[in-house]
């Protein structure tokens, strides 16, 4: 059996990361081309709910930088074996709403590349991506976003510009992972459009 397509959408809190996940989605349902939408941290397990809720409350997190990453390698681990991986291999196609690159990118904030590629080594070896969609919207426009749409700050919001660092850092000594990285910046059609040129490609016959 021909296996699924994997694609993870990365980028910074604000990039408009999750919009374009959607409208990816939505295209791609449009062609008759059906995908299971995750995200990560999942919501399909407890380690996943905690996390997500660790997120949203920023102000109220008291767990160590090392508890908190490996949490994340954790959930990320059990979500491949238990729900992405079984998809692929069945042939289903799924886009996801973060995988392991926002690992180290927020979580590089306190830890060496080798450090999270450790605690993730598990999630890597077994499934990455056949590409990777990463929205690259300035930090300043990010921040800007955030501020106008959003009334609370989550634990990721500041130190954008160390984080998109992070992120090219992971790239680059990930070469071997596809990896498209589109101009956020842009208005939301034209980055639609940018990605799907990115995303067609990877299914059987073209998609137009």
Known sequence: MKKGVFIAFEGLDG?????????????LAAKKINCIAEKQPSNCNPIGLLLRDIVKNAHDVSLSPLSLAKLFSIDRYEHVVNNIKPHIDAGRHVLIDRYVFSSFAYQGQAFTFDEIYS???????????????????TPEECTHRIASNRASQELFDDNGIVIRNNFYNAFEKMKTSPTAIINGNQPTDAVTDEIWKAVEPLFEGGLS
């Open 119 to 137: 605690f993730n080594r598990d999630a890597i070896e077994l499934l990455m991506p056949d590409l990777t969609i990463f929205i690259d919207t």
């Open 15 to 27: 990039s408009g990361k999750t919009t374009q996940f959607n409208a990816i989605i939505n295209r």
